[in-house]
């Protein structure tokens, strides 16, 4: 270590090396091209899925409320679905989960329509800002003032819609520092998006907020506001429910011991990813190449919250 050189900057002095010398930058999957599909969750509920990211519809006399609008490539195949099978009625109210572009793709369109768009102020921001995710290698560019949400909160809240009563909540640093999951407490169906990951590791994407403590706290929250019989929809994948929520938990609780005890010790991101800390899991996650650099990177803002690191 050279003169000067604290162990905290020749960590992140390596990490970086690691990071441009090739490690995975692989983004959230984007849906391919091809028909939406829809499957009833309930009275006046549906999964719209091929968007990019799950929709979830809520029909009312009133109108509709979705929770996310998938990829804008899909805008105009999922305002065909909405149409031809609630002729007449209007999409009033859209959630953006988080800022991410399978989500937000179809805001201007709505909000053309007549929607509010709805979200968490931060994620106003990251779509409205001009900014480099280093874990992918994006340069992301301001999106029109059309496609910004045109209402935004800072907590927790609800909304009334044709007599039904719906919660968002707002779990902060987590996927990202804007994410929000809405809960459909008449039919104990939790739309939790990138909040839950099932098959894959999930993303805890440091360059907008998230990191791996916060994906710990993030399940817990969740996993204290629902009941063994609460339906979970994820950003993609089929309607899972508690054991999935648990499982991820456990996961990331245990990775972020992992991750904490790398840092005590000054293990490099070479030493952290060679140590296996998700040998337990990758069984039922796969591949951690992208996941691993995202914690380590992650932690690095949140080394005090670790604890015994500095």
């Not at 909304?159 to 707002?170: A, D, F, N």
């Not at 929520?245 to 609780?253: D, P, R, V």
Request: proline share 5%; charged share 20%.
């Amino acid at each position: 270590m050279g003169p000067g050189l604290t162990r905290r900057q020749a960590l992140i002095g390596a990490t970086a090396g690691l990071l441009a010398a090739g490690w995975p930058r692989v983004g959230p999957a984007q849906g391919a091209a091809g028909a939406l599909t829809s499957v009833d969750l309930g009275p006046d509920l549906v999964l719209v899925s091929g968007a990019g990211a799950n929709v979830t519809v809520l029909a009312t006399a009133d109108g509709l409320l979705l929770v996310d609008g998938g990829a804008v490539q899909h805008a105009p195949a999922l305002q065909r679905v909405l149409a031809d099978r609630w002729p007449g009625r209007r999409v009033e109210i859209l959630f953006n989960s988080n800022w991410r572009e399978e989500h937000t793709g179809a805001n201007a369109a709505l909000r053309a329509a007549g929607a509010t768009v709805m979200a968490h102020e931060n994620t106003k921001l990251w779509l409205g800002g001009d900014f480099f995710v280093e874990w992918e290698q994006r340069h992301y560019a301001p999106r029109p003032a059309a496609d910004l949400p045109n209402k935004t909160f800072y907590k927790s809240g609800n909304v009334e819609l044709g007599g039904r009563r719906i919660e968002y909540w707002y779990v902060p640093r987590a996927h990202t520092d804007g994410d929000v999951a809405v809960f459909f407490a008449d039919a104990n169906l939790l739309v939790a998006s990138d909040l839950l990951s099932v098959g894959r590791y999930p993303v805890p994407d440091y360059s907008t907020g998230g990191w791996i403590g916060g994906l710990v706290d993030a399940s817990k929250r969740l996993l204290d506001a629902t009941d063994a019989r609460t339906r979970i929809v994820a950003a993609s994948g089929a309607v899972y429910g508690r054991a999935e929520l648990e499982a991820q938990h456990e996961m990331c609780t245990a990775v972020r011991a992992q991750a904490a005890q790398a840092f005590r010790v000054g293990m490099s991101l070479a030493d952290f990813v060679a140590s296996r800390p998700t040998a337990a899991f990758d069984e039922r996650w796969g591949d951690p190449r992208q996941f691993l650099p995202l914690v380590y990177k992650g932690g690095f803002a949140h080394l005090r919250e670790l604890g015994g690191v500095i």
